[in-house]
């Protein structure tokens, strides 16, 4: 392998002088003496894209990162010189471009401030070994700086000191450190002098990172072919590129089915059918919530995809309506390798219409999988995508699955070197054609898409479902995703924690992990340590591989499954705060986990800080890690923080010790939050909501708060059927102020609000609704600070 930053500069071809600019628009041009151009394009005032050849022409500019919906515009865009540089200039940034060799820096256009600036910068290196040019890019780390982001790598959040790849591959048993796994977002974000921007490199060739690992004050990033193609997205604030970046590579195309935010069951493999059943009655005798069961591989006639085992499942369309009236949604998996058997009509479609992906010198690219020897489609072909999309007729229209789990698509060979295609592998790549070490990192995404699209075309009117193992930067927009085959250990926990993080800081929120860990099995503490943290994460679900024991909420015991159902049942009361979060996400991009350092990067505590994050915009957890333990140190990031179990107010700024028995967590809420929470349902839509709760903690000073609903299913919400809510809180020392505005064209079916206030320094003397004077009694519930009142307040004023 070719190291790029060696100090050396053997091997290494560099821009010489800029002889030559021209300027389109927002597009300008910058060709050196040696025939480099480097062009830059305006995309807006803190989103640049820096594109540089070294043969004079560019490439057709193609990418299956970026969405066609990505916001454009700018308010400013001047182009100067001086001695030394051209000079771009917008409404947030400065980009100097140097004369001498195209170096560039960039500047923050309010106080003038370094931001980033280029090392050796843009250098390319012939590649005897595998053709074409590496083409590299270092830039001077600033002091202080740090670094975050980078998709599901199993390690700290700072990435500072490391270096990393990325190549999509099938990780059985991965662990810390383990790299490259399953995806392939090659974005981070880096924070000195508490100013954050962001460096999105779309290449999809194998490609690599270096934050300050070989030469500690040097961070670089190369690729083994195509172009040295990146977008710089300045912030200041570290939320704000990482909303630009998800802007850029896309939001989730549609909000998932508000079930699909529920609780999923899942193992390797429940059959036959009276397995599948066995276990969804459980759920209902035992009283623990659940929506979602899945099929692995064996529901499948020779694990052929498409079809099913008329031996375990010999009449899935009644067996799916049966659960469906349960409450439970069947999920199958679907994986890309297509069995060799002339006999199978997909297989021999496949071949007919000549899908399937091609060796460079002809013949097909053949590959074992679970069904033996396989060809696999050309997901990159658009026609292909379009007949994949079409195989799901059945399957979801007329057998009624809600959702579909691609796996194995890096795409995963078994029993050959490199667990992949080889190389010289063709691909369509949408009519730019290229070979597989282009195509290889965005296989997955493209199949997920495939799937995407024939899910949502068959289960309309109703929402699609997706979950896919592999992916690349904008796959966010078409599947959610798990992190893959992790292992079922107390450190594969904190890596959980770790991933899902990393990806909602990679745009890419909807995630989750196999709880309990998918191979080996867990004891019963490390199964209910890893629900609670599971049940804040935006996709929830157990899986296991199924040989080494079962791994059900009732498999440890009923001191365990009684943990396990309050957390499960925590997380269905939080479903409408969590939806919100999903709306927020899906609307402007908002992670919905926020670690420490994206939600208070002014706080240099929160810079290597891997275990508390923030969920949704309330809520604070921090997961327990370790066998016998009754509580945990932890960090409180700036504010007040209420203990979610006793109310207690933690001032934060500080590490302070919290209790958490094995049937608790460290779980804390904002002052000044308004929580959502619905009835605890055993599915979504068992139960008709007839009362919203809101827990208010009250804070003195102001807060605000959103409730996004909608119909939980289809697509009305586009048309403004939603309900959104806004509320003011404003709190003195002796009273209590909730102004409610809401929008949308949805009516939803309660009428009435259940008001918990928290922490209410005072006695409550009156109550007044929209300015009426309501005697307390007439409105108090139980508990003396509860109360209930109709949902159509505009203001609602608590006085001491
Ligand atoms: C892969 C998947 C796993 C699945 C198994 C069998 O290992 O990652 O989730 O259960 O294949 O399909």
Redesign the pocket.
């Known amino acids: 392998m070719i190291l790029n930053t060696e100090l050396e500069y053997k091997g290494n071809l560099f821009p010489s002088k800029i002889v030559s600019y021209e300027k389109n628009l927002n597009v300008l041009s910058f060709t050196t003496a040696n025939g480099v151009i480097l062009e830059v394009t305006v995309r807006r005032d803190s989103v640049l894209r820096f594109r540089y050849t070294t043969t004079g022409i560019f490439d057709n500019d193609f990418s299956y990162a970026i969405t066609k919906y990505a916001s454009r515009g700018y308010n400013h865009l001047e182009v100067t010189e001086d001695d030394s540089n051209y000079i771009i200039t917008t409404s947030k940034l400065i980009c100097k471009i140097s004369k001498l060799d195209l170096r560039t820096s960039m500047f923050d256009a309010n106080d003038n401030s370094l931001i980033c600036e280029d090392e050796l910068g843009f250098h390319w290196e012939e590649s005897y070994e595998l053709g074409g040019d590496i083409v590299k890019m270092s830039k001077t780390a600033q002091p202080g700086e740090s670094y975050y982001g980078l998709g599901d790598k199993p390690v700290d959040n700072n990435l500072k000191g490391k270096r990393f790849e990325n190549w999509v591959t099938d990780s ?1 048993a991965y662990g810390r450190d383990t790299d490259p796994i399953y995806k392939t977002i090659p974005f981070y974000t880096a924070l000195h002098n508490k100013k954050s921007y962001g460096i999105f490199f779309d290449n999809t060739f194998r490609s690599f990172f270096d934050f300050c690992n070989e030469r500690r004050n040097i961070t670089s990033f190369w690729a083994q072919g195509g172009e040295m193609n990146y977008y710089f997205i300045y912030g200041p604030e570290m939320s704000d590129v990482v909303v630009n970046y998800t802007d850029l590579t896309g939001k989730p195309h549609e909000m998932p089915a508000l079930w699909a935010l529920g609780y999923h069951q899942c193992k ?1 493999s429940y059959y036959p059918e009276s397995n599948v059943k066995e276990i969804t009655a459980k759920f209902r005798e035992l009283q623990i919530p659940c929506d979602a069961i899945y099929l ?2 064996d529901y499948m006639e020779g694990f052929r995809c498409f079809t099913w085992s008329k031996e375990y499942f010999p009449d899935p369309k009644r067996m799916v309506k049966e659960l469906a009236d349960d409450g439970f949604k069947t999920i199958v ?1 679907i994986d890309p390798g297509i069995k060799i058997d002339m006999e199978y009509s997909v297989f021999k479609e496949g071949l007919e219409k000549d899908y399937f992906c091609k060796r460079a010198d002809g013949p097909y690219m053949k590959g074992k999988v ?1 069904p033996g020897e396989c060809y696999f489609p050309d997901f990159t072909n658009p026609e292909v995508r379009d007949w994949w999309s079409n195989l799901f007729k059945e399957l979801v229209e007329d057998i009624g699955v809600k959702g579909v789990w691609n ?2 698509n890096e795409p995963a060979v078994m029993d050959v070197p490199g667990k992949t295609f080889p190389d010289d592998v063709r691909h369509d790549y949408d009519g730019n054609q290229c070979s597989h070490k282009k195509a290889h990192n965005v296989y997955g995404m493209q199949m997920a898409r495939a799937t995407y699209q024939g899910l949502k075309k068959f289960s309309y009117p109703k929402r699609p479902f997706v979950i896919t ?1 592999a992916a690349y930067s904008g796959t966010q927009r078409y599947t959610s995703s798990w992190t ?2 992790n292992i079922a250990t107390w450190d594969h926990l904190t890596i959980a924690n770790l991933q899902a993080q990393r990806m909602c800081m990679s745009g890419f929120s909807f995630v989750g992990s ?1 709880i309990g860990g ?1 191979a080996e099995q867990p004891n019963g503490e490390l199964y209910a340590r890893w629900i609670q943290l599971g049940i804040f994460h935006p996709f929830c679900r157990t ?1 296991s ?1 199924g040989d080494h024991g079962d791994q059900e909420p009732w498999a440890f015991g009923t001191t365990i499954t009684d943990v396990v159902r309050k957390f499960i049942e925590l997380r269905y009361q939080l479903l409408p705060y969590l939806y919100t979060a999903f709306w927020r996400y899906a609307e402007e991009g908002v992670p919905i986990l926020k670690s420490l350092v994206l939600y208070d990067q002014h706080d240099p505590q929160t810079h290597y800080r891997n275990d508390e994050f923030i969920f949704g915009e309330k809520i604070l957890a921090c997961p327990i890690t370790g066998p016998n333990q009754n509580g945990r140190r932890m960090y409180f990031p700036v504010g007040k923080w209420y203990n979610f179990w006793t109310d207690e107010i933690i001032e934060g700024g500080t590490e302070q010790w919290v209790n958490a028995d094995l049937d608790s967590m460290p779980i804390f809420v904002k002052a000044g939050a308004i929580i959502p929470k619905y009835p605890i349902q055993q599915y979504v839509g068992e139960k008709t909501i007839d009362e919203l709760s809101l827990d208010v903690y009250y804070t003195e000073g102001k807060e605000t708060s959103q409730v996004y609903e909608d119909a939980t299913d289809g697509y009305d919400y586009i048309k403004g059927r939603y309900s959104l809510r806004d509320f003011n809180l404003s709190g003195k020392k002796n009273e209590l102020i909730i102004q409610q505005h809401k929008s949308g064209k949805f009516t939803t079916t309660y009428k009435t609000f259940k008001v918990s206030l928290h922490g209410l320094p005072f006695k409550i003397s009156k109550v007044e609704v929209d300015n009426v004077i309501i005697p307390f009694e007439d409105l108090k519930l139980n508990g003396s600070n509860t109360l209930r009142l109709t949902k159509e307040f505009t203001e609602l004023h608590i006085i001491g």
């Open positions: 059985y390797w692995d591989i998996i679970w796996d194995m193992r893959g085959d196999d998918f899986h591989s």
